[in-house]
C-alpha cells in the first residue's frame, strides 16, 4: 500500500512530489536502488534539492550523475492549473469584457514554499519562471513564499486563460493568481 509523503518538509531537499517513489537520507550515494517495482521506467528525483530528469531504472536502480544524501525517485507527474476564461467589467467605452478579445501579458501570484513554475495563455505559450537569486553553484534554488510577478507571452483572444504548470518533483502552492490584462 502506498503512503501519501507529508506534505510538511524542512526545505526544499525534503520534498516529496514523486509517484510510487522511495526516499534515501544517509551517506552520500551515487546509486539508489530498491527501485524493482519501477524496472524499465523512467524516472525523475530530487537529489539534494536538485532536479534530475530521465533516469531509467535497470536491475532495480538508477545512477544519479553526482554523489547525494537526500534522495527522492519515482515517476514524474504534471500539475497543472487553468484559471476559468476571464470575465469582468471593462472601465471603457465598450462596456462589460465578457466575449470581447483580450490579451493575459502577465500574472501576479502570491506563493508559499514554491519553487519551478511554468505560466503562459496556453499549454503552447509556457514559460518557467526564473528564481534564482543568492545560492551558490550547485546549491539548490530555495522555495519561494511570497508575491511574484511573470510575464506571460498571450495572443489576443475573447477566452483568455491563465496555465501554470508544475513539471518537476517540487512543491507549488499558490494561494492567489491575478492576471494582467489588456482589453481594446
Known sequence: MERLASRVFQDGRHAFFVDCGLSYQGEPIR????LHHLEGKEVVALADGNVVRGLIVSDGEVKLPRMASIVHVGLPYLSK???LPLSFGAQTTGGAA????????????????????WAGSDADHLDEYKQR???????PVRLTTGVISHRIRGSWRPESTVLIQQRDPLPMTILTLTPETIIP
Open 133 to 139: 537569486s543568492m545560492e551558490g553553484w550547485g546549491e
Open 98 to 117: 465578457p466575449g470581447r478579445p483580450k490579451q493575459i501579458t502577465g500574472v501576479t501570484m502570491k506563493v508559499q514554499e514554491t519553487r519551478g513554475l
Open 31 to 34: 546509486a539508489v536502488g530498491n
Open 81 to 83: 492549473i487553468e484559471s
